[in-house]
């Protein structure tokens, strides 16, 4: 029997796992999460004989209770294959101490695709599944990553368009080349004049109109999300730790039962709250390792028990976690509450109307396996240049700090347990800042020579991603206010 999802802000509004991945976010700004999450009834043992698809499909099943084996299998094989650039689909490397598990072989070279190569299957069979005749619009805020990689996933696929929206001038140069020339028939791209809390708050204004829904529904179109906030990103998303974690068993390095740690670069909360679902199914983990940019909103909650989003914006050279709202931290605060939507919907309206909230000492001590720090910008330089000259391996600027943070961690506790660290780019999304980090005096080049300079200094070889946006001509160019959002929405779909 399958269990269901709920909206953290309502305790009364449910759906199924294909309704909650079709809807992406309940009313009222709610979040949908598992009423229950089963344990993982497969030994590690047998888990790590099993490749990524068969790990996939053990973890996946447990969540999306009303897809069938046949659905699920057919979305799974659909996503993992030669897109990704390894078969092993997530790699687990030994640097500097700690388990690199890469997550950046996909189509965008970013962690986002370990999603969002599944989400556009996963969507498609819900509408099928609840009998939706509409065209799904989705809708798409992006700091970088997630934008081309939902454009990547989405693109021409039938009975799908994507809008993304991102803030014009808080991306990487190659994070915008990347999605400006987007080729899909179905797809729309704008900058914001605006950073990203803009970008998402404006999407997530448009989520919640209902007299926009009901004119779209007129007009034969539903939204739908392929952030974060959409449970069809999270669940995928667990199913690399259990991966890796099992490698690790297969190598010998540890026995099933051992405990780990993860460390997580974080930005909306959406890849280190996976772990700890997974973790909640059974992986054995000792501590969380949150680690965030000079935007510490995360460090500060995790510190002192109030979130406060007053503050300054920083544009560092980790934009994907330029991020003051992280969105899935709702999440962990409806469960540390005792699965309690209305003391949630309650600190969320503080959320909303004074820019912070607090929790409670009660909630603040089931906190206890989450350890917050960040790294500055200039520990981020040195980190990558530290990392290179012990042994030629290249982070790139977001891995870097949480390599730095868990640096700090391992000087701060002592703790010496295994290390999972959670790799989300390739360096060659920001070469910039990467190169100008081992090598400062390259800085006046142009962005395409320094992709040649990190060949040379990785010896990794230029991925594909990189190659095909080198000549490949602007297909996008709208750029727009964050108040008219709606507006070229609209107009990209012709009503
Ligand atoms: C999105 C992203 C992050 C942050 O992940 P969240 O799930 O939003 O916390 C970190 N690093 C990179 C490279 C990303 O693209």
Redesign the pocket.
């Known amino acids: 029997m399958g269990f269901l999802y709920r909206s953290t802000r309502n305790e009364n509004e449910t759906a199924t796992a294909s309704e909650a991945i079709l809807k992406g976010l309940a009313e009222n700004g709610g979040l949908f999460v598992p009423d229950e999450i089963p344990e993982l009834d497969v030994p590690f043992e047998e888990l790590a004989k099993m490749d990524y698809k068969e790990v996939a499909y053990e973890v996946m099943s447990r969540m999306l209770t009303d897809f069938t084996e046949d659905e699920l299998k057919a979305c799974i094989n659909g996503a993992y294959d030669s897109k990704f650039d390894t078969e092993l689909i997530a790699p687990v490397k030994y640097h500097h101490g700690a388990y690199i598990l890469e997550l950046f072989h996909g189509k965008t070279i970013?962690?986002?695709d370990m999603a969002l190569s599944i989400l556009p299957y996963l969507l498609t069979t819900a509408a099928k599944k609840n009998n939706i005749d509409k065209e799904i619009v989705i809708l798409t805020a992006t700091?970088?990553?997630?934008g081309k990689a939902a454009l990547a996933g989405f693109a021409d696929v039938p009975g799908t368009k994507i809008a993304v929206f991102y803030p014009k001038n808080g991306v990487s140069p190659i994070q915008e080349k990347q999605m400006v020339t987007e080729k899909g028939k179905n797809t729309f791209v704008a900058g914001i004049t605006g950073n990203f809390d803009d970008a998402q708050t404006g999407v997530k204004k448009m989520f919640s109109d209902k007299a926009l829904a009901e004119y779209l529904d007129e007009k034969g179109f539903q939204f739908s999300s392929a952030n974060?906030i959409n449970i069809g990103r999270l669940v995928p998303q667990m199913v690399y730790y259990v991966y890796s974690y099992t490698r690790l068993v297969a190598a010998g390095t540890i026995k099933a039962g051992d405990e780990i740690n993860i460390v997580?670069?974080?930005?909306?909360?959406?890849?280190?709250l996976a772990a700890y679902y997974a973790s909640v199914m059974g992986l054995p983990v000792h501590k969380f390792i949150c680690a965030s940019n000079d935007n510490k909103v995360l460090y500060d909650f995790f510190t002192t028990g109030e979130y406060d989003r007053n503050r300054e914006f920083i544009l560092t050279t980790?934009p994907?976690?330029d991020?003051l709202i992280?969105s899935?931290l709702e999440r962990l605060i409806y469960r540390i509450a005792g699965n309690d939507a209305a003391k949630n919907a309650e600190l969320m309206k503080s959320l909303n109307e004074t820019g912070k909230y607090e929790i409670t000492e009660e909630m603040k001590k089931n906190l206890y396996q989450f350890y917050g720090n960040y790294a500055t910008t200039d520990e981020v330089a040195e980190t990558i240049r530290k990392v290179y000259d012990e042994d030629g391996y290249v982070l790139?600027t977001?891995t870097s700090v949480a390599v730095a943070v868990y640096d700090k961690y391992k000087e701060e506790t002592g703790d010496s347990a295994p290390t999972i660290i959670a790799s989300?780019?390739s360096p060659y999304?920001f070469t910039r800042s990467v190169i100008t980090a081992i090598e400062p005096e390259l800085d006046s080049k142009e962005d395409f020579e320094l992709v040649d300079e990190l060949e040379k200094i990785s010896q990794v070889k230029v991925p594909q991603a990189i190659e095909e946006i080198r000549t490949a001509p602007v297909v996008h160019d709208t750029v727009c206010d964050k108040e008219d959002m709606e507006k070229v929405v609209k107009n990209f779909l012709g009503i």
């Open positions: 970013a962690f986002k700091s970088g990553d997630t974060s997580v670069p974080t930005g909306n909360f959406g890849n280190i980790s994907s976690m991020i992280s899935n790139d977001h989300t780019a999304k």
